[in-house]
Nanobody, 123 residues
Framework: QVQLVESGGGLVQAGGSLRLSCVVS????????MGWFRQAPGKEREFVAA???????????DYSDSVKGRFTVSRDFAENTVALQMNSLKPEDTAVYYC?????????????WGQGTQVTVSL
């Protein structure tokens, strides 16, 4: 069974940084596409960033326009971990952040999800 556990959330002032981590157990980590999503109160869940597997040892990262240039997603294959480095944080980044994984040929909704970690950015 695949399990995802996030950590690293917290309270930070605007302009500050946080680093989220997601440890994946079970399955074959190198063949999953990994993603980060967030959900703010009263809003729908939205895509933040992904580290996508395209076959073999090929991967690429992509980001939502709202975080591009500020957030960086990376993967540590030795630790089965995907990280989200968040810089220049803004109050509108406040949300519960979720880590997700899916196998090739499936979608995020049919994949695996963590329990979420709260990120709060104050003025």
């Amino acid at each position: 069974q695949v399990q995802l556990v996030e950590s690293g959330g917290g309270l930070v002032q605007a302009g500050g940084s946080l680093r989220l981590s997601c440890v994946v157990s079970g399955g074959t980590f190198s063949t999953y596409s990994m993603g980060w999503f967030r959900q703010a109160p009263g809003k729908e869940r939205e895509f933040v960033a992904a580290h996508r597997w395209t076959g073999g040892n090929k991967y690429y990262a992509d980001y939502s326009d709202s975080v591009k240039g500020r957030f960086t997603v990376s993967r540590d294959f030795a630790e089965n971990t995907v990280a989200l480095q968040m810089n220049s944080l803004k109050p509108e980044d406040t949300a519960v952040y979720y880590c997700a994984a899916h196998r090739s040929g499936t979608t995020w909704d049919r994949g695996y999800w963590g329990q979420g970690t709260q990120v709060t950015v104050s003025l």
